[in-house]
């Protein structure tokens, strides 16, 4: 098992930044491939970034050259550096940890966007 514990949300005017952060316990996950998603109010949830084992990363269009994720496998943590943020951003962010079919997720942190 792996829990993973979000946190770094907050209230932000758009043009700021937040920096978001997943601590991941109970056992390593060095080898699984993390991510962020995150669900809008009365929206789906929906991908923001990912990053696998070996480092590569992928983003969803809306948040390129905004948004960077990344690792450290030494903490087992994952970041999301948000910059630039929207209104639309607004959204409780999700922790994802996914290795073949065992998959965890976080409890979620609320970012709101103010313009």
């Known amino acids: 098992q792996i829990q993973l514990v979000e946190s770094g949300g907050g209230l932000v005017q758009a043009g700021g930044s937040l920096r978001l952060s997943c601590a991941a316990s109970?056992?390593?996950?060095?080898?699984?491939?993390m991510g962020w998603y995150r669900q809008p109010p009365g929206k789906q949830r929906e991908l923001v970034a990912l990053?696998?084992?070996?480092?590569?990363?992928n983003y969803a269009d809306s948040v390129k050259g905004r948004f960077t994720i990344s690792r450290t496998n030494a903490n087992n943590t994952v970041y999301l550096q948000m910059n630039s943020l929207k209104p639309e951003d607004t959204a409780v962010y999700y922790c994802?940890?996914?290795?073949?079919?065992?998959?965890?997720w976080g409890q979620g942190t609320q970012v709101t966007v103010s313009s």
């Open positions: 994802n940890a996914r290795y073949i079919f065992d998959v965890y």
């Open positions: 109970g056992r390593t996950a060095n080898n699984y491939a």
């Open positions: 990053i696998a084992s070996s480092g590569g990363t």
